[in-house]
Every structure is written in structure tokens, then in C-alpha cells.
């Protein structure tokens, strides 16, 4: 996929192989965060010991904060497939700017799901992936360090959406204009929907989490990342928020 080549990223096989390959990121990130305890504190905006001098939020807020603000300076938020967590706060670019072509709709960098999947991942996936409920203040940095990979590979993976549903409403113009017209939600959701692409994945998912979750060396070892947590993640979280992003853009596509 070529974001200079409008051709390469609005064809739907293509999307979907994309897709596809994130997951191998995320199931490893996943893996990686689940060498960790939950370590609330992190996420806590008001917690005593990790109080940030002239800054609301939480030490994981500034960590990204303080990530964005020097990957925004690297040209990061121009490219077309990523979503800043705080875009009112990032910086231009120090490189000089890449004209990419306009293949997303013009209001597309406002369809931002970022403090929703944030808000998710803390309070649904951390306590599933996590070694065990607790504090580890000697690793509070790896962790927002693997939080913030997860959070940023979460983000693309969803907004993603975005390139799907303009692949879609350009295949089908016209049943997509009435659907928007009317406002009917729950029409462009039935369009959208392909079942047998979720159920696809979902199987995809079983299978890689069985051979990547475990030691290849001691089988019967301590399993890092289950089937039945990784495929409840794509279930219930990553695949229905990749199509409510869908559902938003389309919703404006006439504008
Ligand atoms: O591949 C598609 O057609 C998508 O819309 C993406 C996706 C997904 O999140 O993976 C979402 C909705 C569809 O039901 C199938 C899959």
C-alpha cells in the first residue's frame, strides 16, 4: 500500500491484507504487555507519586504527550493512516512537508477515536492481558513505554476504518449517497458489515495466538496471550469501533 497512490490504498483486498498484517504487531504487543502487572497508577490523573508539575492528566497522557509532540515534529500525523491521541497539542513538522493526495475525505483527520480506544484499553484490556491486578513502580516506564506501542498499533489498526469505508462508498455510490441521505445508521451498518470477513479473522486470531502465545520450546509452559481473550479483544472492541469510525465517516461523506 503507497498513500502517494490513491489506487493502491482504496482497493478493499488491499486494505484487508493490511489488516491482516497488523495484527502479527498487536498480537506481539499484546504479548509484551503481558509481561507486566496492570500498574493503575499510571492511568491515575490524580495519583500523589507521579504527579506531573503543570500538567493534567495522567503520567500515560504526558508519556504520549511528550511522544507526539516530538513524532508530529517528524512529519508522523501527516501520513493519512495515522491518528494523533492529542491533536490539538502536536507540533509542524521540522521535515518538510509530503504532498500526499487527498484519498480520504476532507474532515477525516476529525473522525478521532483515540480517547475512546484509550478509555477501553485501560479500564477492558489491560486487566485481561496483564500478568496480574497490581502496582510495579520499578516499571512504570516499560509500561507506558507498551501501552503507548499497543495504543498507537490499536489507533491505526481501527482508524483504518476510514480507508475501508471510502473503498466501499466509492464501489457503491449510489446505495451509499441514499443511505447517507436518509441518516440511516443502521443501513450503512448492515452494508458495511461482511460477516464472513469478521468470522475469518476471528478464526485467523485462534490460530496465531495458539502458535505465538506460547514458548514453541515448553508447550506446556506459561501461555502469554490466550485465543479466547485475543479474539473477545477483536470481537467486542477492535472490530465493532473499526466500524463505527466507518459509520461516522460515511455519515459525512456527502459534506
Ligand atoms: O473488511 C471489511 O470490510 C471491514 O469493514 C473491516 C472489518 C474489520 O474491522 O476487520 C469491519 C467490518 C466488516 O464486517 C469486516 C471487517
Redesign the pocket.
Known amino acids: 500500500m503507497d498513500f502517494t497512490k490513491p489506487e493502491t490504498v482504496l482497493n478493499?483486498q488491499n486494505?484487508?491484507d493490511e489488516?491482516v498484517k497488523m495484527e502479527n504487531s498487536i498480537i506481539f504487543k499484546f504479548i509484551e504487555r503481558s509481561n507486566f502487572p496492570t500498574c493503575p497508577s499510571i492511568y491515575d490523573p490524580k495519583h500523589s507519586n507521579l504527579s506531573i508539575p503543570n500538567f493534567e492528566g495522567s503520567f500515560l497522557d504526558w508519556a504520549i504527550l511528550q511522544l507526539e509532540i516530538a513524532h508530529s515534529q517528524l512529519r508522523r500525523f501527516e501520513s493519512p493512516d495515522e491518528t494523533p491521541f492529542f491533536p490539538d497539542k502536536i507540533l509542524k513538522p521540522i521535515l518538510p512537508s509530503i504532498e500526499y493526495p487527498q484519498i480520504l475525505a476532507k474532515y477525516s483527520s476529525e473522525v478521532n477515536y483515540n480517547n475512546k480506544i484509550k478509555r477501553i484499553y485501560i479500564d477492558e484490556i489491560v486487566p485481561l492481558i496483564s500478568k496480574y491486578s497490581g502496582d510495579q513502580a520499578e516499571n512504570f516506564g516499560s509500561v507506558a513505554t507498551r501501552d503507548i506501542e499497543l495504543l498507537q498499533s490499536l489507533s491505526r489498526r481501527i482508524h483504518f476504518?476510514k480507508f475501508?469505508a471510502e473503498a466501499?462508498f466509492q464501489n457503491n455510490v449510489e446505495l451509499y449517497t441514499d443511505l447517507i441521505k436518509r441518516k440511516d445508521v443502521d443501513g450503512i451498518m448492515k452494508n458495511?458489515?461482511?460477516?464472513a470477513?469478521?468470522e475469518k479473522?476471528l478464526e485467523r486470531l485462534t490460530t496465531k495466538a495458539e502458535v505465538y502465545g506460547v514458548d514453541p520450546t515448553d508447550k506446556e509452559g506459561e501461555r502469554k496471550i490466550t485465543p479466547e481473550y485475543l479474539v473477545k479483544i477483536y470481537k467486542e472492541i477492535?472490530?465493532p469501533i473499526?466500524?463505527e469510525v466507518?459509520v461516522e465517516y460515511l455519515l459525512r461523506r456527502l459534506e
Request: proline share 0%; hydrophobic share 45%; net charge positive.
Open positions: 478493499l486494505i484487508r489488516l476504518g475501508v466501499k458495511i458489515t461482511n460477516s470477513v469478521e479473522i477492535v472490530i473499526t466500524k466507518e
